[in-house]
């Protein structure tokens, strides 16, 4: 079966760091995805590993580690426009994602 | 514009009707997928295309649900019979065979 968890919410202020944490067991793995998602929105693309370690583009970074099934998301520098749903997602051989729920990040003053 | 784009962005029907979803996606694209979200869930795959053809329609929820791809562009999807229970986000992505997927605005369905 296919199952991917990740928070559905976390608070932090402006100015401060977030660590998304995203665990996943699923039948085939082509790589994973974190989208970011605005109320009202389509997901719009944040980062993509399918090698292990740690990815950095700017103030995002995302980290894999396939044996552990576990990937996480960290956004640096809080800002308020940052309050968002983060979607988790594993890629299968096909090319289809397989979504977590999203966790829903409030940024506060 | 360059990005993938869907019709219409909202629409109402009544249950029992069929409805029909447009997307359009990036030019070049030869991937193209459709998810569904529904009300504070996470997105929920539907069917794949590679050009023309679907490798994967394993999400498609019932035999009401059918999609197609015409010269490896455009795609509709058609809901046949609508349910209340049919009434989400319907969203279109496309990419290039291994990399991020783009999603389009969405279209929101509402069945009365």
């Known amino acids: 079966g296919q199952n991917i968890d990740q928070p559905t919410e976390m608070t932090a202020t402006e100015g401060a760091i977030v660590q998304i944490n995203c665990t996943y067991q699923?039948?085939?793995?082509?790589?994973l995805f974190w989208y970011q998602q605005h109320a009202g929105e389509a997901p719009t693309f944040l980062s993509y590993?399918?090698?292990?370690g740690l990815e950095e583009k700017g103030r995002f970074s995302s980290f894999l580690s396939r044996s552990k099934g576990y990937s996480y998301l960290l956004l640096k520098e809080l800002q308020m426009k940052d309050s968002a749903s983060y979607l988790c997602a594993v890629r299968s051989r096909w090319g289809k994602l397989q979504f977590g729920a999203g966790t829903q990040v409030v940024v506060t003053p | 514009g360059a990005g993938v784009s869907q019709s219409p962005s909202n629409k109402v029907t009544e249950k029992g009707k069929d409805v029909e979803l447009r997307c359009d996606p990036i030019s070049g694209h030869t991937a193209l997928y459709w998810y569904r979200q529904s009300l504070g869930q996470g997105l929920e795959f539907l069917i794949y295309?590679?050009?023309?053809?679907?490798?994967?329609k394993s999400g498609l929820p019932s035999d009401r649900f059918s999609a197609e791809r015409t010269g490896g562009s455009v795609s509709t999807l058609t809901i046949q019979r609508t349910q209340q229970e049919d009434s989400a986000v319907y969203l279109c992505?496309?990419?290039?065979?291994?990399?991020?997927?783009?999603f389009g605005p969405g279209t929101r369905l509402t069945v009365l």
């Open positions: 295309f590679q050009g023309n053809s679907a490798p994967d």
């Open positions: 590993n399918v090698l292990d």
């Open positions: 699923t039948s085939g793995f082509n790589g």
């Open positions: 992505a496309s990419s290039l065979i291994e990399n991020e997927q783009f």
